[in-house]
């Protein structure tokens, strides 16, 4: 069973920048594309970023695009979010989610799942 555990998140300052990690157990992570999403209170939830088991391709969503940047340790089994210039927007509850697809995109279904961490930005 495929375990996400995501850490980093907390109260940050608009401007500045915060780094999510994955922490990715009971499987070989680099058999698997690895994403983050994000629900704001009210809205749908929506994939900012994925990321193909090799890291040579990535997807980021229109809104977040030039500031946030995917990266993966397979080694490591970790996942990461960095995420510059936040805004009060950037506001929501990011999840880490994996699956075993060598396609990636927010039409695809993914099986694993973390808990969340939330991040919340100061104005």
């Known amino acids: 069973q495929v375990q996400l555990e995501e850490t980093g998140g907390g109260l940050v300052q608009a401007g500045n920048s915060v780094r999510l990690s994955c922490a990715v157990s009971?499987?070989?992570?680099?058999?698997?594309?690895g994403g983050w999403f994000r629900q704001a209170p009210g809205k749908e939830r929506e994939l900012v970023s994925a990321i193909t088991w090799s890291g040579s391709n990535i997807y980021y969503a229109d809104s977040v695009r030039g500031r946030f940047a995917i990266s993966r340790d397979n080694d490591k089994n970790t996942l990461f979010l960095q995420i510059n210039s936040l805004k009060p927007e950037d506001t929501a509850v990011y999840y880490c989610?994996?699956?075993?697809?060598?396609?990636?995109?927010?039409?695809?279904?993914?099986?694993?799942w973390g808990r969340g961490t939330q991040v919340t930005v100061s104005s």
């Open positions: 009971g499987h070989t992570f680099s058999s698997y594309a």
């Open positions: 989610v994996a699956t075993a697809t060598l396609r990636i995109g927010p039409q695809i279904e993914w099986d694993h």
